[in-house]
């Protein structure tokens, strides 16, 4: 049971503009920065979106970053078939000296 | 360019050890915070651990507290993980992972990962 809840898949066609939600609570979303994780099939995962809504260099514009309050959420628009990936949310957890917390994760299906 | 490179996975019996490590290079190691996250088959990611820059501070999952204990030797830029009394479900990539300094405590460059196996 992860700490942080996504749904565990979703879909779109290509061109579609598709969203992932991500809920915590006050000591992790509600205080601290949402990072979230792409992880193409058998490859590590890549940093896509840090401090809520913030891109790497590298990462395209497509990709965007939103939260409130204890939920937040990542969209992609102008879905193509190489976004087909798994997609983590994380934050930083005040609780107990300070951990990091991950959303089990949701499988982004292309159709 | 930046890299970290894991090894010493492998297949290990319950309650063994295993002591993984993870080379950095391509940036100055001994600015950053440093982590270990897993991913057991076919399952989410997992924090494990992180330790800073000085190794001042550390931290572990509950999963692993008393069991693991992470470490760094900044003159060798390498991040190790030893792992006791190993459980089968440690069984996991695991991955090194370094936390940015600017971007909201996020895991800027990831490792390839060395799967650590834990059967009789």
């Known amino acids: 049971q992860s700490v942080l809840t996504q749904p565990p898949s979703a879909s779109g066609t290509p061109g579609q503009r598709v969203t992932i939600s991500c809920s915590g609570s006050?000591?992790?979303?509600?205080?601290?920065?949402v990072n979230w994780y792409q992880q193409l099939p058998g490859t590590a995962p890549k940093l896509l979106i840090y401090?809520?809504?913030q891109r790497p260099s590298g990462v395209p514009d497509r990709f965007s970053g939103s939260k409130s309050g204890t939920s937040a959420s990542l969209a992609i628009s102008g879905l193509q078939s190489e976004d087909e990936a798994d997609y983590y949310c994380a934050a930083w957890d005040d609780s107990l000296n300070g951990f990091w917390v991950f959303g089990g994760g949701t499988k982004l299906t292309v159709l | 360019q930046v890299q970290l490179v894991e090894s010493g996975g492998g297949l290990v019996k319950p309650g063994g050890s295993l002591r993984l490590s993870c080379a950095a290079s391509g940036f100055t190691f001994s600015d950053y915070y440093m982590s270990w996250i897993r991913q057991a088959p076919g399952k989410g990611l997992e924090w494990v651990s992180y330790i800073s820059s000085s190794s001042s501070y550390t931290n572990y999952a509950d999963s692993v507290k008393g069991r693991f204990t992470i470490s760094r030797d900044n003159a060798k830029n390498s991040l190790y993980l030893q792992m006791n009394s190993l459980r089968a479900e440690d069984t996991a990539v695991y991955y090194c992972?370094?936390?940015?300094?600017?971007?909201?405590?996020?895991?800027?460059?990831w490792g390839q990962g060395t799967l650590v196996t834990v059967s009789s």
């Open positions: 006050s000591s992790n979303i509600g205080s601290n920065t």
């Open positions: 401090s809520n809504n």
């Open positions: 992972a370094r936390v940015s300094l600017t971007g909201g405590l996020g895991f800027d460059y």
